[in-house]
């Protein structure tokens, strides 16, 4: 258990440039608290004492503000930014060098017995207030936006983005997120398919996406067409001086 909070502890200087000093990790990350703590008591909830293990779960999450039900289950290098508000259920499995951030829920859909909560693979990223919801697989290396909403399974290697998520696959879908980044906001973090004004502004970044190509276009042809009359320019004044050498 110590390599494993050793290895914690280095994650946190992996994933947040702020961090200093692994002091400062063990006094002042609620994240790496919480994490030290659900270790704890996920090993007296597999020893069969439960009352225990949710006592202990409830005092770190009174201390942190980050509530993991002690029969969650957490790979390697789990590493939680900020932490406030985070939920982890009771069946949640969790990978090894996953990243979760402020707000995020590992939530159920059902208040069946089992299975219920999600399964996140190995070097998954959940953006701030996403929630994640029943019992569906994020694939490897994939990323969930700011505060989308997933009830679907993504996978590996995907972006998935908006309420309710959906996966951006179309090449349309990057160039208009790309769009929105620059702009310094995304359009899909906080809005809903059908909302007119997220239509709205779909339409304006596609429309602008469309100027800056036309606009590229024009550069290129005026680039050629000044190529073209610099070249018959040059041969127009070798004509002319051969003319005058004879």
Same mark, same amino acid.
């Given at each position: &258990?110590?390599?494993?909070?050793?290895?914690?502890?280095?994650?946190?200087?992996?994933?947040?440039?702020?961090?200093?000093?692994?002091?400062?990790?063990?006094?002042?990350?609620?994240?790496?608290?919480?994490?030290?703590?659900?270790?704890?008591?996920?090993?007296?909830?597999?020893?069969?004492?439960?009352?225990?293990?949710?006592? &202990?779960?409830?005092?770190?999450?009174?201390?942190?503000?980050?509530?993991?039900?002690? #029969?969650?289950?957490?790979?390697?290098?789990?590493?939680?930014?900020?932490?406030? #508000?985070?939920?982890?259920?009771?069946?949640?499995?969790? #990978?090894?060098?996953?990243?979760?951030?402020?707000?995020?829920?590992?939530?159920?859909?059902?208040?069946?017995?089992?299975?219920?909560?999600?399964?996140?693979?190995?070097?998954?990223?959940?953006?701030?207030?996403?929630?994640?919801?029943?019992?569906?697989?994020?694939?490897?290396?994939?990323?969930? #936006?700011?505060?989308?909403?997933?009830?679907?399974?993504?996978?590996?290697?995907?972006?998935?983005?908006?309420?309710?998520?959906?996966?951006?696959?179309?090449?349309?879908?990057?160039?208009?997120?790309?769009?929105?980044?620059?702009?310094?906001?995304?359009?899909?973090?906080?809005?809903?398919?059908?909302?007119?004004?997220?239509?709205?502004?779909?339409?304006?970044?596609?429309?602008?996406?469309?100027?800056?190509?036309?606009?590229?276009?024009?550069?290129?042809?005026?680039?050629?067409?000044?190529?073209?009359?610099?070249?018959?320019?040059?041969?127009?004044?070798?004509?002319?001086?051969?003319?005058?050498?004879?």
């Amino acid at each position: &258990m110590l390599q494993r909070f050793r290895e914690d502890i280095a994650s946190v200087f992996d994933r947040d440039p702020a961090a200093r000093s692994t002091w400062e990790v063990v006094t002042c990350y609620p994240g790496f608290h919480a994490l030290v703590l659900h270790r704890i008591s996920h090993w007296v909830w597999g020893h069969g004492f439960k009352w225990l293990a949710r006592f &202990m779960s409830h005092l770190g999450r009174w201390f942190t503000g980050i509530e993991i039900h002690p #029969g969650a289950s957490i790979g390697r290098r789990f590493f939680i930014d900020h932490g406030m #508000g985070v939920v982890i259920g009771e069946t949640a499995e969790i #990978g090894n060098d996953v990243t979760l951030y402020h707000g995020v829920t590992l939530g159920g859909t059902s208040w069946n017995k089992g299975k219920r909560h999600p399964t996140l693979k190995d070097g998954v990223v959940i953006g701030a207030g996403a929630k994640i919801l029943g019992p569906i697989v994020i694939g490897e290396a994939a990323r969930i #936006g700011s505060n989308a909403v997933v009830v679907k399974d993504v996978p590996a290697g995907a972006t998935a983005v908006g309420i309710p998520a959906r996966v951006i696959l179309e090449e349309q879908d990057k160039v208009r997120e790309e769009k929105a980044q620059k702009l310094g906001f995304s359009a899909y973090a906080v809005t809903r398919d059908d909302d007119p004004v997220s239509g709205a502004i779909q339409g304006l970044l596609d429309h602008s996406v469309e100027i800056d190509q036309r606009i590229a276009l024009i550069l290129k042809e005026l680039e050629t067409l000044r190529a073209d009359q610099d070249a018959a320019l040059a041969a127009e004044r070798w004509g002319e001086r051969k003319v005058a050498g004879r």
